[in-house]
């Protein structure tokens, strides 16, 4: 039982998502604005799966979805999670770790021009 619930919140985004529902209800549009790198699909599906993996609890409300992190059902690893996310570098490690595991291009730092590489050298 533990081993399958390590491996849902071992991933970063998963991780962060949890975090971001840890201390109240959020709509998967909130979950989506705060992190801005994702799309709105990505965001809906790791919701899906914690979701049904009972890590985090869904209720409707006319058309509107509202998510909550059930903290009983991670047992120990609740208190983990907490101590893991204590601290601006727990945040920053998470943030480095989410850009690693991010799909597709990865963002490049600023372009310049050939005559500017030139003149540095």
Not at 21 to 31: F, H, K, P
Not at 56 to 67: I, L, N, S, T
Not at 87 to 103: I, Q, T
Request: no cysteine.
């Amino acid at each position: 039982m533990m081993d399958g619930l390590w491996s849902t919140v071992s991933a970063p985004r998963r991780r962060m998502i949890l975090k971001l529902l840890w201390n109240g209800e959020r709509t998967a549009g909130d979950v989506h604005r705060a992190l801005p790198d994702v799309t709105f699909g990505a965001v809906s599906q790791q919701l899906g799966l914690l979701t049904r993996a009972g890590l985090v609890r869904r209720r409707a409300k006319g058309r509107e979805r509202y998510y909550r992190a059930d903290r009983k059902a991670l047992g120990p690893l609740a208190k983990m999670l907490e101590e893991m996310w204590d601290g601006a570098l727990a945040e920053l490690k998470l943030r480095a770790e989410m850009e690693d595991a991010r799909r597709g291009p990865k963002p490049q730092g600023p372009k310049t021009s050939r005559r500017a590489r030139r003149t540095r050298r």
